[in-house]
Structures are given as C-alpha cells and as structure tokens.
C-alpha cells in the first residue's frame, strides 16, 4: 500500500504563483511513476502531469505546458507541482497520483493505483 499527502493549494490571484507537494510512504519500491490530477466540480478529473521515477521522463497537459513544472525529489518520495502564471481556469482540486505499473498510459485514471486526499486551487480574477 501506498499513502500519498498533498499540501500548498490556497487562494491566489491571477498571475500568482503555488507549490503543491505530494509526500508518499509505504510500499515506494512498487511505484513507477507519480503525477498529478485536477478537478472541478461538475467535469471529469484531468491529467496534468506526470513524472517517471527511473528516467525522469516528464509529460505535461497542453494546458499547463510552459506555467507548471514537475519534479521528484526521490529521497524523500515527495512530487513537487510548481505553478506559474495561473490563471482562473486553473481552478481545481489537485491529486497526486502513483502509477504502480510499467505500463506506457499515463492520462487516465485508470492508469494509476493511489491516490491522495486532494488540495483546493483557487485563482481569481
């Protein structure tokens, strides 16, 4: 089993910046890859990004490219989601992920094993 604790959402505005943080403890040796998810209320939860912990290989969203940035630091089994230049429509809560297997899909839900609790991103206008 793994455990996964996000924290650093708030309310911000426009243009501010935020660092999310995921820590995970458990079974860490099983997991391949951690990423992060964001939903609104009323629509489907989105990927946003994902990190793969033997390459470092990073994906990203088309809607995050060049404002958000992924990082793991793996000694201390913690993701990191650094936002730039948010915008309202960033508006969401925001999981971490943990992908438990080798597979090459990363945007679906179904792609990853554990979750976290959520942290609320609020950006306004």
């Known amino acids: 089993q793994v455990q996964l604790v996000e924290s650093g959402g708030g309310l911000v505005q426009a243009g501010d910046s935020l660092r999310l943080s995921c820590a995970a403890s458990?079974?860490?040796?099983?997991?391949?890859?951690m990423g992060w998810f964001r939903q609104d209320p009323g629509k489907e939860r989105e990927f946003v990004a994902v990190?793969?912990?033997?390459?470092?290989?990073?994906h990203y969203a088309d809607s995050v490219k060049g404002r958000f940035t992924i990082s793991l630091d793996d000694a201390k089994n913690t993701v990191y989601l650094q936002m730039n230049s948010l915008k309202p429509q960033d508006t969401a809560t925001y999981y971490c992920?943990?992908?438990?297997?080798?597979?090459?899909?990363?945007?679906?839900?179904?792609?990853?094993?554990?979750w976290g609790q959520g942290t609320q991103v609020t950006v306004s206008s």
């Open positions: 992920a943990v992908k438990g297997d080798w597979g090459p899909s990363i945007h679906r839900i179904e792609d990853y094993s554990y």
């Open positions: 458990g079974r860490i040796s099983g997991t391949w890859a």
């Open positions: 990190i793969w912990r033997s390459s470092g290989s990073i």
